[in-house]
């Protein structure tokens, strides 16, 4: 009987130290998500395909986020799973997952790190579209 007061106090320390990490994870995520831009724009697209030939898209939205721009442009179609949109076809080219084909979203030639509904866009941005064989 005397360890269930002691037992007590520590699961009630363990459920608020959970509580104070949780907070500080939302925390980092609130302060470190990318940054939305209101109002009209104009962004650039490359499509480049698997036989290396490009084409290029001038976009004027509304949108905050690239997956919407695109998906109000018809240029892309995907799947939504726990990460945002993984986009499968760009361009009316659909990338063969038995061959490890998918589409890199680049932004400047640089690789982006979130999904293209998670990607916030501001004028006179860049971004490409590469399908990339391998994962």
Same mark, same amino acid.
């Given at each position: 009987? #005397?360890?269930?007061?002691? &037992?007590?106090?520590? +699961?009630?320390?363990?459920?608020?130290? !959970?509580?104070?990490?949780?907070?500080?994870?939302?925390?980092?995520y609130h302060f470190t998500k990318g940054k939305?831009?209101?109002?009209?724009?104009t962004i650039t697209l490359e499509v480049v395909? #698997?036989?290396?030939?490009? &084409?290029?898209?001038? +976009?004027?939205?509304?949108?905050?986020? !690239?997956?919407?721009?695109?998906?109000?442009?018809?240029?892309?179609?995907?799947?939504?799973?726990?990460?945002?949109?993984?986009?499968?076809?760009?361009?009316?080219?659909?990338?063969?997952?038995?061959?490890?084909?998918?589409?890199?979203?680049?932004?400047?030639?640089?690789?982006?790190?979130?999904?293209?509904?998670?990607?916030?866009?501001?004028?006179?941005?860049?971004?490409?579209l590469t399908l990339t064989v391998g994962y």
């Open positions: 009987m #005397k360890n269930e007061p002691k &037992n007590r106090k520590k +699961i009630i320390l363990a459920v608020a130290a !959970l509580a104070a990490v949780i907070a500080l994870l939302l925390c980092v939305t831009s209101q109002g009209a724009k395909h #698997k036989d290396q030939s490009s &084409n290029s898209f001038e +976009i004027h939205t509304d949108r905050e986020y !690239l997956g919407e721009a695109l998906t109000d442009e018809e240029l892309v179609e995907g799947e939504n799973g726990p990460y945002g949109m993984f986009i499968t076809t760009v361009d009316k080219e659909t990338a063969d997952d038995a061959n490890q084909e998918w589409w890199c979203i680049t932004k400047n030639g640089e690789q982006v790190n979130t999904s293209a509904d998670q990607t916030p866009i501001a004028d006179g941005e860049k971004y490409e």
